[in-house]
Nanobody, 126 residues
């Protein structure tokens, strides 16, 4: 019974910051690769960031590199997405995803993830 609950979304002006949180329960968190994806209205789901089981490896879509940071706390069973220098094109519903992993690698493909949260809305005004 994997459960992922995102929070921290909101409305922010261009150049502002938000920190998203994803609280995980119902599974052995430290055995799972975690990721963040986003979906804008009328658009397909897009990979944003991923982090390996230990947190030692992270990967990002090119458009957010240098602005977003993914991290995880394997004691609190929470993954975060710190978003700085936000742009209107970052506006989307952001989803947290989890997938059991045999190795300490970041997974960037949505189809590889089995479990998803409900999403949290991020709106960046121009």
């Amino acid at each position: 019974q994997v459960q992922l609950v995102e929070s921290g979304g909101g409305l922010v002006q261009t150049g502002g910051s938000l920190r998203l949180s994803c609280a995980a329960s119902g599974f052995t968190f430290q055995s799972y690769s975690m990721g963040w994806f986003r979906q804008a209205p009328g658009k397909e789901r897009e990979f944003v960031a991923a982090i390996s089981r230990s947190g030692s490896i992270a990967d990002y879509v090119d458009s957010v590199k240098g602005r977003f940071t993914i991290s995880r706390d394997n004691v609190q069973n929470t993954v975060y997405l710190q978003m700085n220098s936000l742009k209107p094109e970052d506006t989307a519903v952001y989803y947290c995803a989890a997938q059991f992993a045999l190795f300490d690698a970041a997974m960037t493909t949505a189809s590889r993830y089995a479990s998803w949260g409900q999403g949290t809305q991020v709106t960046v005004s121009s």
